[in-house]
């Protein structure tokens, strides 16, 4: 695979940004750096030699560096970006990987200097375990990949990122706005982890243990994230989850009205759109 | 392997039956046969030599059987029972594994012979699939199994099938009232099929594939299901899996008052205890 001449900077060691070192590294990066707070993770991803060089010092990488790829919680990556706006390379691309985007672009906006661009994006990719112990390329094979270009990027900046994002194996790019984002992740992402918990928070008395299968083992398994995470990214898009929420109680409100009302063919064509739904499903 | 000493007959080579005749197989039985209304299924059991014959009329096998394996919906069930009562032999076991258990019970024990036996079972097994083309023996491995005995029930033929149920893989038997089994089944199975078809069908205009994760696909695995039988589970359950439901409801509601009031700790006490939960699920 031939040489990528930029100088790359990611901020933040933990689950995504140690994937996007390991992912990256193949790919022959000019150079590619790291920022962290954590001076036991920078050494260890130097003697894995998934990064050139790690700092805990932000200033001399985002002075060199074409791309900065910030892999930060979403409050964080907006603090990051503007203590150290003085910092970054003319002409660099700063990207991040927060799973909310209308907030964070909107206030990235207002302290952006004009000679470096930001563009949103969020891999659609992680598990359920954080930190860079858990970090693996595997987990961007074949997964969609968000961006949220606006009208202030340059066609060549969306393409740089583009290739990169496809080079590290994700399957698809969607581009969408920062407001479509928030109001489609609400659904396919952050629904989907509200139902996990409150499944798992209805248990009552019994020892739920001995009467699981999979299909409880597996509605549930997102119950198990990263708290101050999910805090965050719920609370921040708040408005929007709240909708999908109430989407959410009208669909379960059919289903409860047609076992109060006994109406076993409502109850079945319920079932079979949502099998023929999950069966479209890639 | 010690051969076991009985005749056994199988009834409903479907998933779960097939499963079964795939499973006790390898165990030596004294004679495995099979009963079906579709002569190819039984075609296709007898040329894999997973059963010894298959029948279509139940007639010859019960009445030499000594314990009979029901697997098939939870009417079709009852029916066959009152059907059959005449042929099944002097002695025998019946046992079911319909995923409902107290209505079932409370009818087959209105027209059950005094010397025959019928004790309750529910393999915590499945596939999203349904029909023998999918049953495999390994869908029992490790898996839970719940019976129902009542007092009608000799503890020597619990016994029997407590030895069938572990030689053919599963990990755990767990043994309860019929009454607790559908109370705690709406819980741990029924919920989890109800929340994955109330979300897949919450969406609205998007194109979910592009955006989906695997939280959304894991959380909606099991929409894709059987759904003359999910409907029949579910009518025939109902008023357990309302309660279940609302209790769902409440604990949704805490979700969402926490978002609303902007009470980031109330969130995120709520996701830590739903992550505790999970992590010790087993």
């Excluded at 036991?40 to 700092?55: F, L, P, Q, S, W």
């Excluded at 799973?99 to 891999?123: S, T």
């Excluded at 952050?190 to 409150?198: E, F, G, N, R, V």
């Amino acid at each position: 695979m031939s040489e990528i001449d930029f100088n790359i900077t990611i901020v933040g060691l933990g689950l995504i940004g140690g994937s996007f070192a390991m992912a990256l590294k193949e790919l022959n990066i000019k150079n590619l750096w790291a920022v962290d707070i954590d001076t036991n993770v920078i050494k260890t991803a130097e003697d894995m030699r998934i990064i050139d060089k790690g700092y805990t010092d932000p200033e001399t990488p985002l002075q060199n560096s074409d791309i900065v790829i910030i892999c930060l919680y979403p409050n964080l990556t907006l603090e990051f970006i503007k203590e150290n706006m003085d910092s970054f390379k003319s002409g660099a691309i700063i990207t991040d990987t927060a799973g909310i985007k209308e907030r964070l672009i909107k206030e990235v906006d207002l302290v952006l200097r004009k000679d470096i661009e930001f563009i949103g994006g969020h891999p659609m990719a992680g598990r359920e375990y954080k930190g860079f112990e858990f970090a693996s390329k595997e987990i961007f094979k074949g997964a969609n990949y968000i961006i949220t270009p606006t009208n202030k990027n340059s066609r060549g900046n969306i393409e740089k990122i583009e290739l990169l994002i496809r080079r590290i194996g994700f399957k698809r790019i969607i581009k969408i706005t920062p407001q479509k984002h928030d109001e489609i992740i609400a659904y396919t992402s952050q629904l989907p982890h509200i139902m996990a918990t409150a499944l798992i928070n209805s248990d009552e008395e019994c020892d739920t243990n001995s009467f699981v299968g999979g299909s409880f083992k597996d509605a549930t398994r997102v119950a198990r994230i990263n708290c101050d995470l999910w805090t965050e990214l719920l609370i921040n898009n708040g408005e929007n989850v709240l909708a999908q929420i109430e989407s959410f109680e009208k669909r379960l409100g059919d289903i409860k009205r047609a076992i109060i009302d006994n109406e076993r063919d409502a109850l079945k064509a319920l079932f079979e759109k949502g099998s023929l739904k999950r069966e479209e499903l890639i």
